[in-house]
């Protein structure tokens, strides 16, 4: 484990570590080198804060910026065998991006229209055809947005790249979709497999091409064991609810049983989604190989589940701050008011917020804090605590093998990236 | 001398190297040397240093010419600064990256915030250019499907029954000639309808294509003709300026602006729903304005109490007897601003007469107590 952990200590300069290591045992032919991530949050919550600062008055631009500002530090601070990612996109790339996609947006935003003027009866099922055409774009744009990340990331001075068709992508997407809900989830073991295997099978790092040996077995027994159990908590709980209305009990206390099996139904759930999404990505992480290299990770649920905890108990503080702050910002009101000679009573008050420009500008300003400070928590808790762990949780196996590999490819066009902002498609 | 690592961005391997400046920091040429092999791997003109972007304890530097992967990495702190002191060229590029970024940011910002001042200073301007393009018959159709949704939601689950649907009731006569009274000298693509029926929500509003609705809870608030009038002279403005076609056009309009800003085109996310919420109702604010001013003259205009519109509102504000009256209130808001706009509108303008004959006020007063009620609401498509 010694390379392991000279490696992880990234100041030492990368290439002497590696000749460290091999005189020091001329034996060891196959290295392994450990991923690591070495930001830290506090400047990162100086980036967001001034990120989001600064998006008041461009009214939302600068988000291409605080994106870009983003992926720099993520991409920056991974460090993998002495060198760290590079991220070589710019904001405008994703701003001209943004635009090419509103134009997609445009017509449907006609049709939907006079959709809307002209049927109305329709609006209905315009909708309901609308949602499913969004999934299925989304799962476009987000092969698309993958192929402009990577083909955006340097390490060790070579480019990957994503070849495939994004269409082909979105369509076994959307069919599997429908295949995992028509068999209650029973299929999604399928759905991860198909769509992993033509994700990875389609990247390159380089000139070399990115082998999946993951099965469906791979996953199977983490996946099925726990649906199984979920299967049976919501199989008991629903007959303890039976039996107790057959036993005649009173409705008070039936109602209780309900909300206590719902809970604990609740509970077991989420539970049982970290568990299988983290075997999920760890198998078929690590079924990952590059030519002769290979990744191996294991992404920790406990760790997640801390991470969601920590996360709801900031969001709560957040939010009683964010109560206890506007409070005061009535209060306020209300003195000035008595200031101004009113009685400063709630029904002045009631009246004031009333007065329509006043209300509008206390109302975005609520509504901007609340947005910025959602954003902020999720970006800081939820997201760096996923990339690091996954990071650290990461080895590449023979990591010398890479040494071969020689550049090829070129920055991926831009439209893919800016519809997967434009449809919300969450990615780092 | 610098050290630190070279990666020549063909093959994915890095060597350690040192790095020499011959000439001039300015014009000079720093050459790139493996240490293992003594081997000049890259000669890099100074001028075109550019560094790249990276953590802040890590310095990668790359040239405009070389090939796009080519990195010289330092990474210990006397190094870099060794480095910044001898590429002058690095903080001119930094300040003119800052410099083209700015730009760049404030040419799109300064675009974009063109493109929300003609929204929000044109929708009032051109929502009703649009919506005057727009063939009335659509409204009229749009309007009778909104009837049906609105009727049955109003008569909870069944359609509101209509207080008198016979067109040549005296109350129904009596309120059709006061809409034509208001209406004189005005063209419209479509009749004006009132319908007054029974629910149990106060409130009155018009919708797309001419109908106005006047509920029975609301008429039991209204205690003279003059506000049964303002009321009813409100919504005609609404029906005049088309507002409800155009709130259909500025909302439309709304989705976009705000899918701009916040980079969420599908308008689905609940940031994207309550930005919509805020704005959509500072716009149908100004359409209450509007409606109000129409109001006030056609008070002025056949000498009844403008103000009464504000006292009805004003009653109800303070009448706390529950949410039946909220759905007015919220659709109508009596906001200070609002009450000394209609003050200011009916300023000098004398109270000659009432809008409607005592007689006349009595049936219209009592139309929805009587027991010739009906579930038809088609029935009053004949009236006008």
Known sequence: ?428 | MISGYFLDGEWARSRDVTAHLTGSPEDGTWTIIDKASGAHLAHWPAVELVRKPARRDVMRLSTTSAPLGARLVLFEDEDIAEALRLMPALERQKRRQRGKQAGLLAGSTALLAGVVAAYVWGIPLSAGPITAVMPSEWETELGRTVATQIEQALGDGERMPACNIAPQAAANLAIARFVDRVLEGQTLPFPVEVKVGRSEIANAFAIPGGRIYYTSALLDETENSDEFAGVIAHEIGHVVHRHAMQNIVTAAGTGLIIGFILGDMTGLSVAGGLGTMIIDAHNSRQAETEADVFAAEAAKRLGYDPLALATLLQRIAEDDSGAAVLALLSSHPLTVEREQNLKRLSADAPVTSTAFSDVEWQTVKTMCRSRNISGGADASDSRR
């Open chain 1, 1 to 428: 484990m010694t390379e392991d952990t000279a490696s992880s200590v990234w100041r030492v300069p990368p290439v002497a570590q590696r000749h460290m290591f091999v005189d020091d045992a001329p034996m060891a032919r196959v290295r392994t080198a450990r991923v690591n991530f070495v930001g830290k949050r506090r400047p990162f919550l100086g980036i967001l804060l001034s990120g989001l600062m600064l998006l008041v008055p461009t009214l939302g631009i600068y988000r291409f910026w605080l994106v870009t500002r983003k992926r720099h530090f993520y991409w920056g601070h991974t460090d993998i065998d002495g060198d760290a990612l590079e991220y070589t996109g710019t904001p405008v790339q994703l701003l001209v991006g943004f635009l090419m996609a509103v134009m997609i947006f445009l017509p449907i935003y006609i049709a939907l229209f006079y959709v809307t003027v002209r049927l109305p009866d329709l609006s209905g099922q315009a909708y309901l055809v609308l949602l499913p055409l969004f999934w299925f774009f989304m799962g476009y744009a987000g092969y698309r947005s993958r192929r402009f990340r990577l083909s955006r990331t340097l390490w060790r001075g070579v480019r990957f790249q994503q070849s495939g068709n994004a269409w082909v992508y979105a369509f076994k997407r959307f069919m599997w979709t429908l295949a995992t809900i028509a068999t209650l989830g029973l299929a999604y073991p399928f759905m991860a497999k198909s769509l992993w295997a033509y994700r990875v099978g389609n990247t390159w790092y380089g000139n070399r091409r990115f082998s999946f040996t993951g099965r469906v077995r791979t996953i199977a027994w983490p996946f099925y064991g726990t649906y199984g159990l979920v299967a049976a908590v919501l199989a008991l709980s629903a007959w303890q609810v039976f039996q107790f209305d057959a036993d005649g009990g009173d409705p008070d206390s039936s109602l209780a049983a309900i909300v206590w099996l719902s809970l604990l139904v609740a509970i077991v759930g989420y539970l049982a989604w970290i568990f299988v999404t983290t075997r999920i990505d760890s198998r078929f992480f690590s079924s990952i190989g590059i030519g002769d290299a290979g990744l191996n990770v294991r992404i920790s649920a406990v760790a997640i589940v801390l991470q969601h905890l920590t996360y709801v108990v900031l969001l709560g503080i957040a939010a009683a701050v964010f109560v206890v702050v506007g409070l005061m910002v009535l209060g306020g009101m209300t003195a000035g008011l008595e200031m101004i000679g009113g009685a400063g009573t709630s029904e002045d008050l009631a009246r004031f917020m009333h007065m329509g420009s006043s209300t509008f500008i206390v109302l975005i300003a609520f509504y901007l804090g609340f947005l910025g400070l959602w954003n902020l928590l999720s970006e800081l808790v939820l997201a760096v605590g996923y990339w690091k762990i996954a990071a650290r949780g990461a080895q590449i196996t023979n990591i010398d093998a890479l040494d071969t590999v020689r550049a090829a490819g070129t920055e991926s066009p831009l439209a893919g990236e800016g519809l997967a902002d434009a449809l919300n498609v969450g990615a780092y």
